[in-house]
C-alpha cells in the first residue's frame, strides 16, 4: 500500500511524525482506554476500514476513463489514510514501550489489585464505550468494515489538458522563448521537448534555464499525479537520480561531458600520483627513474594527467617528478597545456578561483539532474505528449466552426458515457446505432453503402465506412496532415480530392509543381508601351529610354 500512496510525491517534503490518530477519524474508545494497545488497535481497525473499501472500490471501476480515473483518487486516498494509520500504531508500539510495560504490570493484576479485577474495569469500561457510540460496532463485526464509502476527490484540469488526455505546457512555452529567444511555434516545442541536446550548452548552463527546468518538473510532477493516481512516482524518480550519478561520475552525461582535464580536476585535493597506476608510482622516485620510462610512456603519463607532454627526455621526466605529488590545481601554470613561459605572470592573474569552479560544477549537476528526472517524467507521460501534438495537428487544419462542431460532439460523447446503461443491445449485424441508441434498420444501412470499406493509406491506412464518410474524410485534419507530410503545400490540397495513394499523391504533386512553375510570373516577361503604342519587352525598352530615342 505504501507504494502505491500520493504520499511517494517526490517532490514532497519529508512527513514529520505523526500523531496517534488522524484527524477526523472517531476517537472514542481512546477517551475510554489511554493504553497503547487500545490505541494502537483501534487505529489498525480504522485502516482496516479504508483497505477494505479501497478493495470494493477497484473491483467496482468504471471503464470509462473519466469514471475510472476519479475512482483511481478516490484508491490513492484511502491508501494514505491506510499508511497514516500503519505509521501511527507502529509509532505507538515501538515508541511507548514503558507505557506498554504499564499496561502489562494492569493486567497481570500488579498495579490493579488482581488479575480478575484488572479484566472486569477493563470490560465494564468497553461495555460503557459501546454503548455510548453503538455505531462504531465492535472488532469481531467484519461486516460493519466494508460500509465506510470513499469520499469524491476534486481533480482540477484546464481545459486544453482535456481532463488529462492532453498536457498544458503553454506557460512553459513562453518562458522557454523568453528565455532562448528563438523563434518557434508551440509545436515545435512540444516535439523537442524531449530533446535537451538540440539546446545551445551557453543557454542551458544558464540559472534561468535552471529555474525552467524547475517548473516543467514541478508541473510535469503535479500532471502525473493526477492522471496516474497509483503509480509510483518516487519509485520511477529515484531510478533516473541513480543512473544520472552514474553518468555523472564517469563523464558521460549527454550534454554535460568535458574534454581534457575537467573542470572538478581543480578542487580536487588529491595529489596527482593518485591517478597513476600503483608500479609507476614505485618505479618514479626521481628524475632518472622517470627517464628510464622513455619518451612515449612519459607523453601517455603527462597527457593522462593533464600536464603537457612535450619536449625532450629530460623535461617530461623533470616535469612528471615535480607535479606528481601535489594536486592538480598547485601545479605550476608552465606545466599546464596551452600556457605559455613568457605568459607565466598574466596566467597567474587570470588563474580561477577553486571555490568559484566548485560551485560552478555544483549548479551545473543540479541542472542536469534536472533535465535527467524531466526526460523520465516525459517518457512516462509520453501517450499524453503524442496526443497533444495530434490535437495541435487537428487544432491547425480546423476552422473555428468546426472546432465548435468537435467541442459539442466531445462533451456529448461525455455524456453519453455518463448517461450509460450496463445493458447490452442487440445488434447481430453489428450495424451503427441510430439516435435513439437502437441499431438502425439493415435495409438503411445498406442503402446509406455502410457495408462497404474505403481505406486511405495517406492515412495510414485507415478505414471508412461509407461513400459519405470517405468523401468527407478528404477535408478532415488526418488526410490534409498526410498530405503535408508527404511535402503537398496546402494551396494544392484541392486537386488531391479522390486520391488515397501515397505513389499517385507524389506523382501528381511533381506533375502540379511543373505545371505552376510554368504559371509563374518571371521580370524577363516585363512589357512596356511607349507613347507611340509600341511595345517592347523591359530590356529594350530600358536601353532606348538611356539612349533617348524613347
Not at 318 to 327: F, G, H, M, T, Y
Not at 402 to 425: G, H, I, R, T, Y
Not at 516 to 533: F, H, I, N, S, Y
Request: glycine share 6%; charged share 35%; with cysteine.
Amino acid at each position: 500500500t505504501a507504494a502505491c500512496s500520493p504520499l511517494n510525491d517526490p517532490r514532497a517534503p519529508p512527513l514529520p511524525r505523526p500523531p496517534l490518530f488522524a484527524p477526523g477519524w472517531v476517537n472514542c474508545e481512546v477517551a475510554m482506554s489511554m493504553f497503547p494497545l487500545e490505541r494502537a488497535r483501534i487505529v489498525l481497525e480504522d485502516g482496516e476500514r479504508y483497505e477494505r473499501a479501497c478493495a470494493e472500490e477497484l473491483k467496482q471501476r468504471p471503464s470509462q476513463y473519466r469514471e475510472g480515473l476519479e475512482a483511481d483518487h478516490r484508491v490513492a486516498f484511502g491508501l494514505a489514510e491506510v499508511q497514516r494509520a500503519a505509521t501511527a500504531a507502529r509509532a505507538t508500539l515501538y515508541e511507548g514501550e514503558s507505557a506498554i510495560a504499564e499496561e502489562k504490570k494492569f493486567l497481570s493484576g500488579e498495579t490493579s489489585g488482581g488479575t480478575m479485577k484488572a479484566f472486569y474495569a477493563r470490560l465494564n469500561e468497553i461495555r460503557q464505550s459501546h454503548r455510548s457510540n453503538p455505531e462504531r460496532g465492535t472488532g469481531s463485526d467484519l461486516s460493519a468494515l466494508t460500509t465506510l464509502k470513499l469520499p469524491d476527490q476534486e481533480i482540477n484540469f484546464t481545459g486544453e489538458e482535456s481532463f488529462g488526455r492532453n498536457v498544458d505546457l503553454h506557460d512553459l512555452y513562453r518562458e522557454f522563448i523568453n528565455l532562448s529567444n528563438e523563434k518557434m511555434s508551440y509545436l515545435e516545442y512540444v516535439k523537442q521537448l524531449r530533446d535537451f541536446s538540440s539546446i545551445p550548452s551557453h543557454i542551458r548552463r544558464r540559472p534561468e534555464y535552471k529555474k525552467y527546468l524547475d517548473h516543467l518538473y514541478t508541473y510535469l510532477s503535479d500532471f502525473h499525479h493526477k492522471v496516474a493516481p497509483l503509480h509510483d512516482l518516487r519509485k520511477e524518480v529515484s531510478s533516473a537520480e541513480e543512473s544520472f550519478r552514474s553518468e555523472w561520475e564517469t563523464n558521460s552525461c549527454p550534454g554535460w561531458t568535458f574534454d581534457g582535464p575537467v573542470d572538478k580536476a581543480e578542487t580536487d585535493d588529491a595529489p596527482l600520483s593518485a591517478k597513476l597506476p600503483s608500479d609507476i608510482v614505485d618505479k618514479v622516485q626521481s628524475v632518472s627513474d622517470a627517464e628510464n620510462l622513455g619518451l612515449e610512456k612519459l607523453k601517455e603519463v603527462l597527457h593522462a594527467l593533464g600536464l603537457k607532454s612535450g619536449g625532450t627526455l629530460e623535461e617530461r621526466a623533470e616535469r612528471l617528478v615535480q607535479c606528481k605529488d601535489v594536486p592538480y590545481r598547485d601545479v605550476a601554470p608552465e606545466h599546464k597545456p596551452g600556457v605559455k613561459r613568457k605568459n607565466k605572470q598574466k596566467q597567474k592573474k587570470k588563474e580561477v578561483n577553486p571555490e568559484d569552479v566548485k560551485a560552478r560544477i555544483e549548479s551545473f549537476r543540479k541542472t542536469a539532474e534536472l533535465e535527467s528526472k524531466v526526460g523520465k517524467l516525459l517518457d512516462l507521460l509520453h501517450d499524453q505528449v503524442s496526443a497533444t501534438v495530434n490535437h495541435i495537428h487537428k487544432k491547425q487544419s480546423l476552422t473555428y466552426e468546426e472546432m465548435l462542431v468537435e467541442a459539442e460532439m466531445e462533451d456529448a460523447n461525455v455524456l453519453s458515457d455518463d448517461d450509460s446503461d450496463d445493458e447490452e443491445v442487440y445488434n447481430p449485424k453489428n450495424v451503427p446505432l441510430g439516435w435513439d441508441g437502437k441499431p438502425m434498420p439493415f435495409w438503411l444501412y445498406k442503402l446509406y453503402g455502410l457495408n462497404r470499406e474505403y481505406k486511405c493509406e495517406i492515412c495510414g491506412e485507415a478505414s471508412y465506412w461509407g461513400p459519405r464518410a470517405f468523401d468527407r474524410h478528404f477535408n478532415e485534419w488526418r488526410h490534409r496532415q498526410g498530405l503535408r507530410l508527404l511535402g503537398v503545400p496546402d494551396r494544392t490540397h484541392r486537386f488531391f480530392h479522390g486520391v488515397v495513394k501515397i505513389q499517385d499523391a507524389q506523382e501528381l504533386n511533381k506533375r502540379l509543381d511543373k505545371e505552376l512553375q510554368k504559371d509563374e510570373w518571371e521580370p524577363e516577361q516585363e512589357e512596356c508601351e511607349d507613347a507611340d503604342g509600341n511595345v517592347f519587352d523591359k530590356k529594350t525598352y530600358d536601353e532606348l529610354v538611356r539612349q533617348g530615342l524613347v
